[in-house]
């Protein structure tokens, strides 16, 4: 019997790099889909090539919208200063206005188009930026939403989001992904990662990354400039 289908959410980050293996151990035929969305940098694009590549993606698909039209956030909006002194309560800048909400919707129609019931992302309400299209109540909306907004929802082939990573730590996420093979050194989690993929080793998600690793008791392969 072939793989069931589904549809992966990849960045080119440490979760989504998490999330893809996970799909893949469960069995499903994972087709990737990355976005440019007029981010700071390209080079978690080029991560999410070959993370794809590395963990036998069935396809892999980088669709660009430029939500850097929009501003809004620190991370299309070169005007505003990504944060880099360590992660504050509340909703920082470099939250981007509806993100995620954007991406599931994309994931969403490629999804009817192969008949996948299945959407795979890496979203986490542990350790994280405060996010609100991160939380457990969001994706469960959204899934509500999906089978409401969709011709396989409505006739009765229901849709399913997954985010296996919703309720773990970072180090938990990081173990878990050890276990599953995942080379972290191909990874990009960076918010400002210059060309070759170097961090910054001071935004909040290299903090959270290098806390993450060092709660895990491994190596960090990062690249950091500092």
Same mark, same amino acid.
């Given at each position: ?44 694009? @080029?991560?999410?090539?070959?993370? /794809?590549?590395?963990? #036998?993606? !069935?396809? $892999?698909?980088?669709?660009? &919208? ?19 002194g360590g992660v504050q309560p509340g909703i920082p800048v470099t939250y981007v206005p509806a993100r995620n909400t954007v991406m599931l919707a994309l ?38 939403? @999906?089978?409401?907004?969709?011709? /396989?929802?409505?006739? #009765?082939? !229901?849709? $399913?989001?997954?985010?296996? &990573? ?61």
């Amino acid at each position: 019997m072939p793989a069931r289908p589904a549809v992966v959410l990849l960045s080119g980050g440490l979760d989504s790099a998490t999330t893809l293996a996970i799909a893949r151990r469960d069995g499903y035929a994972c087709h990737c889909l990355s976005v440019d969305y007029g981010q700071r940098h390209r080079a978690e694009l @080029a991560a999410a090539d070959r993370v /794809a590549a590395a963990l #036998g993606a !069935a396809a $892999h698909r980088t669709i660009h &919208l430029d939500m850097a039209q929009f501003g809004g956030s620190a991370l299309t909006d070169d005007a505003i200063a990504v944060p880099t002194g360590g992660v504050q309560p509340g909703i920082p800048v470099t939250y981007v206005p509806a993100r995620n909400t954007v991406m599931l919707a994309l994931a969403l129609a490629w999804a009817e188009v192969l008949g996948a019931q299945d959407i795979f992302v890496g979203v986490n309400a542990v350790d994280y930026s405060g996010y609100p299209d991160c939380r457990p109540e969001y994706i469960a909306a959204f899934e509500r939403m @999906a089978n409401l907004a969709t011709k /396989a929802g409505v006739e #009765g082939r !229901a849709l $399913h989001v997954h985010a296996p &990573l919703i309720d773990l730590s970072k180090a938990e996420i990081i173990r878990r992904g050890l276990a599953l093979g995942i080379d972290y050194g191909l990874t990009v989690s960076c918010y400002q990662a210059d060309a070759t993929g170097q961090a910054c080793g001071s935004c909040d998600s290299c903090r959270l990354r290098r806390e993450g690793f060092a709660a895990a008791g491994v190596a960090d392969p990062t690249r950091y400039a500092a």
